[in-house]
């Protein structure tokens, strides 16, 4: 199945030849004519990628994308009708991620999709936390300091990833236990005591470094030294 696409255009002989386009490149599209109802369907969610006219009826599209970035961080390509500079500035500067000027190539438009999923996806391969010279890699779960590769268990990995999320703040142990364990759990606070040795005895220990605190009475907490 493909990316599903918003086109939200009132100029209907336009929206129709870009729909014929972008179906025969395997995208989904949904049009919409005017600003108002393209709006609602674009933070009712389930899509892709929203393409948006400017000049549009009954609400225009800076509003639309205004309304639209209150909620949803769905890449959002502006279709402006005039080579207008304030237009462009204006709707980067409300969360726009491009913008293409009318009357456009088919081909452009086609790019700049493409960049914009491209975009998308290198950001969501690359989320990776660090601290002190350890690397956490979220999408491939793993952890490496110096380039070499840490064996954790889940249970490991799950509570050095939400220490490392939480990087500089003191996590308490009830906070710890309520987010990386079961809600079921009760074998007592002291299980996030034993895991956190456990993480010491394969990263502080091997590594002689300091990843881990301990903020005596409180918590954990994992601080960026460099
Ligand atoms: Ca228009």
Same mark, same amino acid.
């Given at each position: 199945?493909g990316?599903?696409?918003?086109?939200?255009?009132? =100029? !209907?002989?336009?929206?129709?030849?870009? =729909?014929?386009?972008?179906?025969?490149?395997?995208?989904?599209?949904?049009?919409?004519?005017d600003?108002?109802?393209?709006?609602? @369907?674009?933070?009712s969610?389930?899509?892709?990628?929203?393409?948006? %006219?400017?000049?549009?009826?009954?609400?225009?599209?800076?509003?639309?994308?205004?309304?639209?970035r209150?909620?949803? /961080?769905v890449?959002?390509?502006?279709?402006? !009708?005039?080579?207008?500079?304030? %237009?462009?500035? !204006?709707?980067? %500067?409300?969360?726009?991620? $491009?913008?293409?000027?009318?009357?456009?190539?088919?081909?452009?438009?086609?790019?700049?999709?493409r960049?914009?999923f491209?975009?998308?996806? /290198?950001?969501?391969?690359?989320?990776?936390?660090?601290a002190?010279? @350890?690397?956490?890699?979220?999408?491939?779960?793993?952890?490496?300091?110096?380039?070499?590769?840490?064996?954790?268990?889940?249970r490991?990995? %799950?509570? @050095?990833?939400?220490?490392?999320?939480?990087?500089? @703040?003191?996590?308490?142990?009830?906070?710890l236990? =309520?987010?990386?364990?079961?809600?079921?759990?009760?074998?007592?606070?002291?299980?996030?005591?034993?895991?956190?040795?456990?993480?010491?005895?394969?990263?502080? =220990?091997?590594y002689?470094?300091?990843?881990?605190?301990?903020?005596?009475g409180?918590?954990?907490?994992?601080? $960026?030294?460099?």
């Amino acid at each position: 199945m493909g990316a599903r696409i918003l086109l939200i255009e009132d =100029e !209907a002989k336009l929206a129709r030849f870009v =729909e014929l386009e972008l179906c025969y490149e395997g995208y989904e599209v949904t049009k919409a004519y005017d600003g108002r109802s393209g709006c609602e @369907l674009a933070v009712s969610g389930g899509f892709d990628l929203v393409l948006l %006219d400017i000049m549009l009826p009954e609400l225009n599209g800076m509003e639309v994308l205004r309304r639209i970035r209150r909620g949803s /961080s769905v890449p959002v390509i502006m279709l402006t !009708a005039r080579d207008s500079v304030t %237009d462009k500035v !204006a709707g980067l %500067d409300l969360g726009a991620d $491009d913008y293409i000027t009318k009357p456009f190539a088919i081909e452009e438009l086609l790019a700049r999709i493409r960049t914009a999923f491209r975009k998308i996806s /290198s950001v969501q391969d690359s989320e990776v936390l660090s601290a002190s010279g @350890l690397l956490m890699d979220i999408k491939r779960r793993t952890v490496t300091v110096n380039g070499d590769q840490i064996e954790l268990t889940k249970r490991e990995f %799950d509570l @050095l990833h939400f220490l490392l999320k939480n990087k500089n @703040l003191v996590m308490t142990r009830e906070t710890l236990l =309520e987010n990386v364990w079961d809600f079921d759990f009760d074998g007592g606070t002291n299980a996030v005591d034993v895991y956190i040795r456990f993480l010491r005895g394969k990263i502080d =220990e091997v590594y002689q470094m300091k990843l881990i605190h301990t903020v005596r009475g409180v918590g954990y907490v994992i601080k $960026d030294e460099q």
